[in-house]
């Protein structure tokens, strides 16, 4: 990737970061959010506390852990926040957004999130995760924005 796209990309997160700046309970809430969002937009090869942590360049997961565990933020206020930014960036007047859950069996042995149970897609109780899928549906294609 270009220098050039690279500063682009950093500009428009630290943009979308500072309209959910409001959202959390105090500024240590905020700056944990911003990071554990940078951590799981990161090249970490598995998204759990001690790898995003140290891919931040913290020495342990605490941070990380406590936000998810603890973190105060206003959740109807984000996903406003949250719909008004995708209107603005991605959407058009005919769009529609889909929402879609979908099952699939699990690969490998590093899977978390992992249970049996029913799933009628794959016939049967095999190891497998949910996904949730949010597609834009727009008059020129399907961009994914799961």
Known sequence: MEEIQKIEIEQEFNELMKRFGNVFA???GFRNARNYIKGLLSSAERKNGWQLS???????PYK???FIYRGEYKSSEMRDELRSYVGENLGESE????VD?????KQGKKSCGVQRQYT????GRPPHSYTNHRVIRKSRGLPQIS
Do not use: A, H, P, R
Not at 95 to 98: A, E, I
Not at 101 to 105: K, S
Not at 120 to 123: A, V
């Open 64 to 66: 990380i852990q406590q």
């Open 101 to 105: 859950d979908t099952g699939f069996i």
């Open 95 to 98: 769009g529609v957004m889909v």
């Open 54 to 60: 140290e891919k931040l360049g913290e020495s342990t």
């Open 26 to 28: 105090n500024e240590s």
């Open 120 to 123: 009628g897609t794959l016939g």
